[in-house]
């Protein structure tokens, strides 16, 4: 047996399965760059200068730190939430309307109640944001658990119904009377430091260790992973399977409508078009790539942070096109899914 | 013969399955035209050598001859290229198919890019059936014909396709006694014509039945290679197990008392939604086996998944220690006293990628000892595995291995410790040694008896007759759905049974 592919990879079987799990991914990551320079020099721009470009944009100095920082936090958030669902095997594709529905439901709560001392009114917008997400999912959940609808869809398409609604809300009910944009009235911002990093960040790093625990230190996480390992023999031990798939569909649209309100009321400040950028379907990559598990979610949520601050800075300084850092991030979970694969055939052969 | 090259020739194969040796430098020689067994328990390594041949796997090490020629295929197209022809334990069909659609599938048509004319391959099928005395109809529907009758279009398969050897996986494993003999004396009829068989399995009757040589495995290696006519089945069993083996279980007569498990009028339907079970009532008493007899495909999964409450009933009542459950959710069942080991092990039994621990606690994870204030407790889980685990004989390289790795009787056995550590009032088992090698059957047999003997009411439900008759203290025969009778296990006959079991009324 001399085939290329298994002289590669015998020796990385013979790891244990932890050290695997994170060589396989940062391996990805690599070959990922590595594919990425060629594109960057078929654009005609030196690779090196254009990742030490990338780089210091990412991680250059404290003000870049910071900027990595605010955008890893909603997908941190969104893709801890999604661990929890595709653990067990609920295919939610909608944590960008999870996350839009999130914030205007928070927002509300912020431009309703203009007279409630800050603290308390924080925290009453943080709890609007993660019911406001937990029911745009649960509305799939019950469309799947009662009428075995797929949830790849539903949530899909509520994507639209809540970016389109939050448009409706912020050119009519909701706009900001002494603007002609449309947009809502100002929202209250979250407590922050002088440097912008608030407490959504801090937020963000405490469920790292909290979802952790409840997914492999409590029953209820023991429930959600028996239904993804096996649904079938989740109920034969006595486990209510729809009740878990309902549940595990509400905490992932929860977390996704929790980013929602931090970054609006953090960040963007009112209610309109763009308060999201795609942090939805990044939080997708972000927990699968993290492989389902909370730390590898941190990282994996700081990696695309940097890759997209960094790609910013790449372009103006060396040149080189916005999409490139679009088209790595997608090449990195290619790589690593192709790894993956991989893997799981030299298991069977 | 020493100038006919041999039909297949391995010389010291070796596969290695991460750290397992399946094959450890296996040698095997079959002269064309015979029926050949490759006999030895499971995870002997049979079915691993077999795959090598076919190109299934890919080997570590050694070579393979077929008709003198050196090869090395790398699918198992190439292998059937090269005239072998292999029919697995799980059939490889299309159900939805016919029989004749199933044999040109993934053959190259003359008329590419049309399909052949239907009526050639007919007429090509009506003639391979006559040849070989395999009756089917190349225009029924797959999903139309019984067990017996998928694994002669799985037969045909391999012939239309060209085949001179045939390797047949445990094939006898789906079929009733009636259709066992016909298959065997197809086998023998196939060899006749110049044809050669590999015959995998692990039931010495069947092997000294129709074979003229026999090469057993044990560990990954040839133990040896004998001719059928020479050797008997003690000498056998000793050479696959490497010990003595006791053919029967011994027991005490049973003490029954009360019932506790009691089936009135039970009617459930399939997956399709056609009735699978009618009208079928019985009663288990404590401390007695109850043996539901019957072929595969007559109700067996519809019962022991209605029972354990994974499949709603139609009609009629299940009542557990006096009370109605007909309605409960699993969980209740089990609280009231129900322990049940599935038939489909992996598919119901055990989560493949959680570790035997969690599995071990698997029923209970959520109550105490296993959970307390809301959390988990590591220490409590493994601390019950690894008890468990010495108890039960459940070899496994730690309490934190993926189930999925365990071998089947080890599996088995993991399920089994599960049920029967809770110390059931009522134990329902489907198929409890299926697949299993002869030690782990005596294992499991013995702890079901066991079992018995501290009063549990047990159900037992098996397509193997001889497990019924050996196990247990009533039987009761299964067909289509409905109780042809129930007899005592002292006074029914296996031809008795056979012919109930075949529709037939006694």
Redesign the interface.
């Known amino acids: 047996?001399t085939h290329a592919s298994t002289l590669i990879t015998r020796p990385v079987?013979r790891l244990p399965a932890w050290l695997r799990a994170v060589l396989l991914p940062i391996l990805g990551g690599v070959l990922a760059l590595l594919a990425g320079a060629l594109l960057i020099a078929l654009a005609g721009v030196d690779p090196l200068a254009a990742y030490a470009a990338l780089f210091r944009g990412a991680a250059g100095g404290p003000r870049q730190l910071t900027e990595t920082t605010l955008l890893a936090t909603p997908l941190l958030i969104i893709g801890l939430g999604l661990t929890v669902a595709f653990r067990s095997q609920v295919w939610n594709i909608g944590a960008e309307g999870q996350y839009t529905i999130g914030a205007l439901c928070g927002g509300i709560v912020s431009l309703a109640l203009p007279n409630v001392p800050l603290p308390l009114l924080v925290a009453l917008m943080l709890i609007a944001g993660l019911i406001g997400g937990a029911l745009w999912a649960g509305l799939a959940a019950l469309l799947k658990v009662r009428s075995n609808i797929n949830e790849i869809i539903s949530t899909l398409m509520l994507n639209y119904v809540a970016y389109y609604f939050l448009l409706f809300m912020a050119r009519e009910p909701l706009k900001d009377p002494s603007s002609y944009l449309p947009q809502s009235g100002k929202i209250v911002p979250l407590p922050a430091l002088p440097n912008r990093l608030h407490i959504g960040v801090a937020i963000a790093l405490i469920l790292v260790p909290v979802v952790y625990?409840l997914l492999?230190?409590?029953?209820t996480g023991?429930?959600w992973?028996?239904v993804g390992?096996?649904p079938?023999?989740?109920?034969?031990?006595?486990i209510?399977v729809s009740r878990q798939i309902v549940t595990a569909m509400l905490f992932s649209g929860a977390l996704a409508g929790l980013a929602g309100i931090i970054q609006v009321a953090a960040l963007t400040g009112r209610l309109k078009d763009g308060i999201s950028g795609n942090f939805g379907f990044t939080g997708i990559l972000v927990a699968l790539l993290g492989r389902l598990h909370p730390a590898g979610v941190l990282v994996a949520a700081v990696f695309f942070a940097m890759l997209n601050n960094g790609a910013e800075a790449m372009s103006v300084s060396a040149k080189v096109p916005v999409a490139i850092a679009t088209v790595i991030q997608a090449l990195v979970v290619l790589f690593i899914l192709a790894a993956d694969a991989l893997a799981q055939r030299l298991?069977a052969? | 013969m020493p100038n006919q090259p041999l039909a297949v020739q391995m010389r010291g194969i070796v596969k290695r399955?991460?750290t397992l040796l399946a094959n450890d430098h296996v040698d095997l020689d079959v002269q064309r035209g015979e029926v050949l067994a490759l006999l030895g328990e499971n995870g002997a390594g049979k079915t691993t050598l077999m795959n090598v041949l076919y190109g299934l796997?890919?080997?570590?090490a050694g070579d393979i001859l077929l008709d003198g020629q050196p090869v090395h295929f790398h699918s198992a197209h190439e292998a059937i290229v090269h005239g072998l022809g292999m029919v697995h334990q799980h059939f490889m069909l299309v159900p939805t198919f016919t029989v004749a659609e199933n044999l040109i599938l993934g053959q190259p048509s003359p008329r590419h890019p049309l399909l052949e004319r239907q009526r050639d391959v007919y007429r090509r099928i009506e003639a391979l059936s006559a040849r070989y005395g395999l009756q089917v109809e190349p225009g029924a529907q797959v999903s139309q014909l019984s067990v017996g009758q998928q694994q002669r279009v799985e037969i045909l398969k391999a012939l239309y396709r060209g085949a001179k050897t045939l390797i047949l996986d445990e094939p006898t494993a789906v079929l009733t006694p009636q259709e066992v003999s016909d298959l065997l004396s197809i086998l023998r009829n196939l060899a006749a014509r110049g044809h050669t068989i590999i015959f995998i399995s692990h039931k010495l009757k069947e092997v000294m039945a129709c074979t003229d040589r026999i090469t057993v495995m044990r560990d990954g290696r040839t133990v040896n290679t004998v001719e059928t006519g020479k050797v008997t089945p003690a000498e056998l069993a000793r050479m696959m197990v490497g010990r003595e083996v006791t053919f029967r279980i011994d027991k005490s007569l049973a003490q029954p008392r009360d019932p506790v498990l009691r089936v009135v009028d039970l009617w459930v339907d399939d997956d399709r939604e056609l009735p699978a079970l009618r009208g079928l009532s019985f009663e288990v008493r404590a401390g007695e086996i109850l043996g539901v007899a019957g072929v595969e495909g007559n109700g067996q999964a519809e019962l022991e998944t209605a029972l354990?409450g994974?499949r709603p009933v139609k009609r009629g009542l299940i009542q557990l220690c006096g009370q109605d459950m007909t309605a409960a959710?699993?969980?209740a069942r089990?609280e009231a006293g129900l322990a049940?080991v599935?038939s489909d092990r992996y598919?119901?039994?055990?989560?493949?990628?959680?570790s035997v621990a969690?599995n071990l606690a698997?029923?209970a994870?959520?109550r105490l000892p296993y959970?307390r204030r809301?959390?988990?407790r590591?220490s409590a889980i493994d601390g019950q595995a690894r008890a468990l685990v010495s108890q039960y004989d459940i070899r496994t390289p730690s309490i934190s291995t993926r189930a999925g790795q365990l071998s089947g009787g080890n599996a088995q056995k993991l399920v089994l410790a599960r049920a029967l550590d809770r110390q059931p009032r009522v134990l329902v088992v489907a198929q409890p040694t299926r697949g299993l090698d002869v030690g782990a059957t005596e294992y499991v047999q013995r702890r079901l008896i066991e079992a018995r003997d501290r009063g549990a009411a047990i159900l037992l439900i098996s397509t193997e007759l001889d497990e019924i008759l050996n196990l247990a203290d009533r039987i009761l025969v299964l067909y289509e759905g409905e109780c042809m009778g129930v007899f005592d296990a002292n006074r029914a006959s296996p031809e008795t049974l056979g012919m109930l079991m075949a529709g037939r009324k006694a």
């Open positions: 047996m079987m625990v492999f230190k409590t029953p023991f429930r992973r028996a390992s096996n079938n023999v989740a109920r034969y031990a006595g209510r298991r052969v | 399955f991460g796997y890919s080997r570590d354990a994974l959710l699993p969980r089990v049940y599935p598919g119901l039994a055990l989560l493949r990628d959680f969690d698997l029923e994870f959520d959970t809301g959390f988990l590591q």
